[in-house]
């Protein structure tokens, strides 16, 4: 049964949808947005993979924008679409400019455009699908061509395509992430970029250009594909940063994700937002919390532990 429009004659507010693999830097680029838009009446969906959402806590909202989180599992699989769709529908009345959906790093969207018709009907057309923004890490986008299949399908499903990243790898390497792109999206607008920034028409220009009922990915689908296993890492004690810094590079190149929080000496709170070969991690202010817990991707679960002497 349709949910009943509040103001029936009101514009549909215009949905965007944010994909992108394991640290391609989709919550870097949400706060960029959100930044540009500060004036703007904004909804925010956040969808993670994980049982503990930390991008949430490191989006930057102002003002009377809304935000949601949507936990363990992706807003693409029939689990979780429901709740998705829900979700958005109680957004309907709220007179937002937009609403941004940062899908899971591990998100397929091959059943978007079904998710997108419940919508419209439950809805009566309160929402205007602006199109699929794929987010892709210069860094390890080739080689994630290679073997995981999510990468292929966030970038065949979207409309404007930015290669993030631009200043960690050389001009060969970008060249080679064009090539590979346009071999399985080509029509999609390719921009390049570094700390996820771009102008912001962009958004105002995006079009969905992709007819998602006919996207096809046979040919492009990897025999051999990698599904990252996601799990939590979780102990009490608190230990010195040294230690911290010591630990992520040692296990840089065998995840593609960890994030999380952990307990510093000192009474100190460290924010961890590490990628493959990329290890980043900040003091935060303001930050109580009783266990460390980081939440991990990697390709095998045995390859990662914390040392025993921190539990």
């Not at 609403?99 to 419209?120: Q, T």
């Not at 299949?149 to 290669?163: F, M, P, R, T, W």
């Not at 990697?298 to 990662?304: H, L, Q, S």
Request: charged share 25%.
């Amino acid at each position: 049964m349709p949910v009943k429009k509040i103001n029936p004659n009101s514009k549909p507010i215009p949905l965007i949808i944010i994909t992108g693999f394991l640290g391609s830097g989709k919550t870097t680029f949400l706060n960029n947005i959100l930044n540009s838009l500060r004036l703007k009446k904004i909804g925010l969906i956040i969808n993670e993979f994980g049982e503990i959402n930390v991008d949430a806590e490191l989006i930057n909202m102002e003002g009377d924008s809304e935000i949601s989180e949507i936990n363990n599992g992706s807003i693409f699989c029939s689990c979780l679409s429901g709740s998705f769709i829900n979700t958005l529908a109680k957004y309907q009345d709220l007179d937002l400019d937009y609403i941004f959906v940062e899908s899971s790093g591990m998100s397929r969207p091959i059943s978007l455009d079904k998710i997108l018709d419940s919508l419209n009907t439950l809805t009566e057309q309160s929402f205007n699908y602006s199109g699929m923004i794929c987010i892709v890490d210069a860094l390890n986008i080739n080689n994630l061509l290679k073997s995981v299949n999510s990468v292929k399908e966030q970038i065949a499903y979207s409309d404007l395509i930015l290669i993030n990243k631009t200043d960690l790898v050389d001009a060969k390497d970008i060249e080679n992430a064009v090539v590979n792109i346009k071999m399985i999206n080509e029509h999609a607008k390719i921009v390049e970029t570094s700390f996820a920034k771009i102008d912001i028409n962009l958004l105002e220009n995006l079009s969905n250009i992709n007819d998602l009922k006919s996207v096809r990915l046979d040919d492009n689908l990897s025999s051999e594909n990698i599904i990252p296993e996601n799990f939590l890492l979780k102990f009490e004690k608190e230990i010195k940063e040294q230690e911290l810094e010591f630990f992520l590079n040692q296990i840089k190149n065998n995840i593609y994700r960890i994030k999380g929080f952990v307990k510093i000496k000192g009474g100190k709170t460290a924010l961890v937002n590490s990628s493959r070969k990329e290890v980043e991690w900040s003091l935060v202010d303001n930050k109580e919390i009783k266990d460390s817990k980081l939440v991990v991707f990697a390709e095998n679960k045995a390859d990662i532990s914390v040392p025993s002497s921190w539990k």
